[in-house]
């Protein structure tokens, strides 16, 4: 099984600045990864996938990047709505997924 | 639109059976691939279960082998998820996913391909306890 890390578990970010957030697997990934959104009381959201392609009505300012083994998720300028938690998940072992276990992005 | 929206979770005894469906509308339910999600209070995403197009193939995650069943009616744009045997660990909110797939790129292997959970329902809330 590929095991997927977050790092950190909470980052503390002022609104208008940089968030980086970084997702790491056990095992090399290729660009097989993608990323969500998810906001309390809310069903996830689709941000990423293929690593850096960014899915349909998704604001510039997410931008991810890496393959192999380290992924990033970057906002580039952070904004209110954007505090949430976002996980990243592999689909490298299609059908089998398994998601990292989340970076939860609060408002410093 | 494009929708999904579960129902059917509510509280279960360990060891009793719940089926949870989901209802597909705004897009042609039977050209996609289907998932079920699961979220334990204050955990992560966990990938459940999914299912062909035709229904013909189905793949689950060990923990609920043997004891869940995913299936779908395509003439009723419905999946649903049959839970056996069921177990405390199994209380979650269960999301229903549409996964999409396109081509990323072609190389001297073949062609490799993205998939993409795009379109979630709201869930639905499954309680195991006595």
């Known amino acids: 099984e590929i095991v997927m890390t977050q790092s950190p578990a909470t980052l503390s970010v002022s609104p208008g600045e940089r968030a980086t957030l970084s997702c790491r697997a056990s095992?090399?990934?290729?660009?097989?990864l993608a990323w969500y959104q998810q906001k309390p009381g809310q069903a996830p959201r689709l941000l990423i996938y293929g690593a850096s392609t960014r899915a349909t009505g998704i604001p510039a300012r997410f931008s991810g990047s890496g393959s192999g083994t380290d992924f990033t998720l970057t906002i580039s300028s952070l904004q209110s709505e954007d505090f949430a938690v976002y996980y990243c998940q592999q689909y490298n072992n299609w059908p089998m997924y398994t998601f990292g276990q989340g970076t939860k992005l609060e408002i410093k | 639109e494009v929708q999904l929206v579960e129902s059917g979770g509510g509280l279960v005894q360990p060891g009793g059976s719940l089926r949870v469906s989901c209802a597909a509308s705004?897009?042609?339910?039977?050209?996609?691939?289907m998932r079920w999600v699961r979220q334990a209070p204050g955990k992560g995403l966990e990938w459940v279960a999914n299912i062909r197009e035709d229904g013909r193939e189905k793949y689950y995650v060990d923990s609920v082998k043997g004891r869940f069943t995913i299936s779908r009616d395509n003439a009723k744009n419905s999946l649903y998820l049959q839970m056996n045997s069921l177990r405390a660990e199994d209380t979650a909110v269960y999301y229903c996913?549409?996964?999409?797939?396109?081509?990323?790129?072609?190389?001297?292997?073949?062609?490799?391909?993205?998939?993409?959970?795009?379109?979630w329902g709201q869930g639905t809330r499954v309680t195991v306890s006595s």
């Open positions: 095992q090399s990934i290729s660009s097989n």
């Open positions: 705004g897009f042609t339910f039977s050209s996609y691939w």
């Open positions: 996913a549409r996964e999409v797939k396109g081509v990323t790129y072609y190389d001297s292997n073949g062609y490799h391909y993205y998939y993409a959970m795009d379109v």
